[in-house]
């Protein structure tokens, strides 16, 4: 099992940037593709960004598309989350997650391994 702890996470004027990291407990970290999905208050979990083992396919949510950028760095067991040009309604909660499936994947039930989260906050 990979234990994944979120950091970056914060307060930011619409506009603005943030990096979030997401940094893995086991060596076998690039082993795994990994997504990044958000949870705003009374809504549900939805997909942010996906990528590869590899680093060298990614996927993202129209939402976000152009705007966030995701990348991992293997040797750091660590993934990113580029956020450039942040909206309010990019307000949430963002979780990190592996999954062991080499294609890409949005639906949240097919991670295996979640971080407990780090509050992201835009303000008007």
């Known amino acids: 099992q990979v234990q994944l702890v979120e950091s970056g996470g914060g307060l930011v004027q619409a506009g603005g940037s943030l990096r979030l990291s997401c940094a893995a407990s086991?060596?076998?970290?690039?082993?795994?593709?990994m997504g990044w999905f958000r949870q705003a208050p009374g809504k549900e979990r939805e997909f942010v960004a996906w990528?590869?083992?590899?680093?060298?396919?990614?996927y993202y949510a129209d939402s976000v598309k152009g705007r966030f950028t995701i990348s991992r760095d293997n040797a750091k067991n660590t993934v990113y989350l580029q956020m450039n040009s942040l909206k309010p309604e990019d307000t949430a909660v963002y979780y990190c997650?592996?999954?062991?499936?080499?294609?890409?994947?949005?639906?949240?039930?097919?991670?295996?391994?979640w971080g407990q989260g780090t509050q992201v906050t835009v303000s008007s």
């Open positions: 990528i590869s083992w590899s680093g060298s396919s990614t």
């Open positions: 086991r060596r076998t970290f690039g082993n795994y593709a």
């Open positions: 997650a592996s999954s062991g499936h080499s294609r890409v994947v949005v639906d949240a039930l097919l991670y295996t391994n």
